[in-house]
């Protein structure tokens, strides 16, 4: 059963979903933090399978993203997104048919970094999953020459002046082909594309203000990790050049409880590769279960 939810965080309202199997009984709940631009439709498919497996499971839009509001839209913010899932939990804590001891915290790329920093802070959470993680820009990203990087770099520091003038942000493609000006320009974009909009209706948009960049460049997710008390199991993908393995492995690594699973393929075949998927799903399904929930 899916069912419309929205919670409130700080006056704006955040949009989502709440899976339920049939099972009776007050639930564990995964929450599901959807990634830089993502939107919550394309969680769907994981939240079905978690509930399938007996979770409950709550996917949300970020502010100004999808179906939530604010404004302006599509501007990431590390603080925002960290404030809509700590409310997304706490909607989740409240819900008559939910557990609120029995919370686990699934984020995919900068969501999964989102996850272990909102888990150190939170004791109560049982379990973290971390797809493919942000944890820090690699030094050097495949194909990008030196020239794209400063044209990204103008983008962003612009993008950044005009929100300080309070004027509309500076857009740009999210994901594009080699040499194009896009956060993401890899020879995968237009399968990339293809896939996050489903050939069809979705809510994602390939644009985005890149302002939150800057941000980016001075998060930490490793030292949120070395804080866990909860286990953490960080996925990550062998051929991965935008949230590289080395970056994934130094994430587990911190954490007092982590395990690093890799998986072969690139950042993108998580997203693009249906027997891949089924694989990693049926692995993050495999470790909420063992995991003691609140131990």
């Given at each position: ?12 309202r955040c949009a989502g979903r709440l899976f339920l ?63 809509d899932i700590r409310a997304g939990v706490a909607f ?75 004027r509309r942000p500076y857009y740009i493609p999210m ?121």
């Open positions: 059963m899916c069912t419309k939810v929205s919670f409130d965080v700080a006056g704006v199997p049939t099972s009776a009984g007050r639930l564990p709940c995964v929450v599901l933090c959807h990634g830089f631009s993502g939107t919550m439709d394309r969680l769907y498919d994981y939240a079905e399978r978690f509930a399938a497996a007996g979770f409950a499971a709550l996917v949300f839009d970020y502010r100004s993203f999808g179906e939530s509001a604010g404004e302006p839209r599509q501007v990431p913010g590390i603080a925002g997104q960290l404030a989740a804590r409240s819900h008559p048919r939910i557990d609120a001891d029995r919370i686990l915290l699934w984020g995919n790329s900068l969501g999964g970094a989102h996850a272990v920093a909102v888990a150190a802070d939170d004791p109560r959470i049982g379990a973290v999953v971390a797809q493919i993680p942000f944890n820090g820009f690699p030094r050097r990203v495949e194909g990008r020459t030196t020239r794209d990087t400063v044209k990204l770099l103008g983008a962003i520091i612009w993008d950044r002046l005009r929100g300080a003038a309070g994901v594009g082909g080699p040499g194009e000006l896009a956060v993401t320009a890899t020879p995968e974009a237009a399968r990339h594309i293809q896939t996050l909009t489903g050939g069809g209706e979705t809510l994602w948009r390939n644009t985005i203000a890149p302002r939150a960049l800057l941000e980016m460049m001075r998060y930490r997710p490793a030292e949120s990790a070395a804080r866990l008390s909860c286990p953490l199991l960080v996925c990550a993908a062998a051929e991965d050049h935008e949230t590289p393995v080395e970056t994934s492995r130094a994430l587990a690594d911190a954490a007092p409880r982590g395990e690093l699973r890799v998986y072969p393929g690139t950042h993108f075949s998580f997203y693009t590769d249906p027997a891949l998927r089924d694989t990693v799903v049926a692995d993050q399904i495999d470790f909420f279960r063992q995991v003691p929930v609140g131990g």
